[in-house]
T-cell receptor, first 117, second 111 residues
Framework: GAVVSQHPSRVICKSGTSVKIECRSLDFQATTMFWYRQFPKKSLMLMATSNEGSKATYEQGVEKDKFLINHASLTLSTLTVTSAHPEDSSFYIC?????????????FGQGTRLTVV | SQQGEEDPQALSIQEGENATMNCSYKTSINNLQWYRQNSGRGLVHLILIRSNEREKHSGRLRVTLDTSKKSSSLLITASRAADTASYFCAPSSGSARQLTFGSGTQLTVLP
């Protein structure tokens, strides 16, 4: 099956610094990738849709200046958490879909555990 | 996209028993997917059922879909301790490729 790789799997950073998380589709091209955030024992919350070659589409309540998304190629999207604060500590997951229409299947990265101290 | 709601929120069974979890959604769909998430890990795609299908099997997994009731169920037969995870459903309306998830069902299989 298709593989989506996310890196790093864990990161600890100091308050005020920025952290970049990468999401790569390894064996297919993804014009669209998605970024989710998950709190402990909670559902995944869609943060934004990353569009290759254009601006990301953010969900309501998600600060676009804080969570910078870049989708520079068909196989790579990055999420940068800028000026991180402890409340940004969370589990971040990306996904990418191969193809489209009713047979679309989404593949997820393994997630990134961000801890801001 | 629309959100699926899983039920029950938590389920605890003995190894070897069957586990059934349900998903309800609100509007018409083209397909519905089930995912599994081990603690602190990403989601793993389990199975996709299309709106014109009523039942689908994959190994020990059996998924049903009732579009008239806007509900789906996931049955795991002969459960194993390794099946312990959270299970999420994701209904999808055609070309919309973003998925939204409910809170999931936390399945615990006791050895």
């Amino acid at each position: 099956g298709a593989v989506v790789s996310q890196h790093p799997s864990r990161v600890i950073c100091k308050s005020g610094t920025s952290v970049k998380i990468e999401c790569r589709s390894l064996d297919f091209q993804a014009t669209t990738m998605f970024w989710y955030r998950q709190f402990p024992k909670k559902s995944l919350m869609l943060m934004a849709t990353s569009n290759e070659g254009s601006k990301a589409t953010y969900e309501q309540g998600v600060e676009k200046d804080k969570f910078l998304i870049n989708h520079a190629s068909l196989t790579l999207s990055t999420l940068t958490v800028t000026s991180a604060h402890p409340e940004d500590s969370s589990f971040y997951i990306c996904s990418a879909s191969r193809g489209g229409g009713p047979k679309t299947e989404a593949f997820f990265g393994q997630g990134t555990r961000l801890t801001v101290v | 996209s629309q959100q699926g709601e899983e039920d029950p929120q938590a389920l605890s069974i003995q190894e070897g028993e069957n586990a059934t979890m349900n998903c309800s959604y609100k509007t018409s769909i083209n397909n519905l997917q089930w995912y599994r998430q081990n603690s602190g890990r990403g989601l793993v795609h389990l199975i996709l059922i299309r709106s014109n299908e009523r039942e689908k099997h994959s190994g020990r997994l059996r998924v049903t879909l009732d579009t008239s009731k806007k509900s789906s169920s996931l049955l795991i037969t002969a459960s194993r301790a390794a099946d312990t995870a959270s299970y999420f459903c994701a209904p999808s309306s055609g070309s919309a490729r973003q998925l939204t998830f409910g809170s999931g069902t936390q399945l615990t299989v006791l050895p």
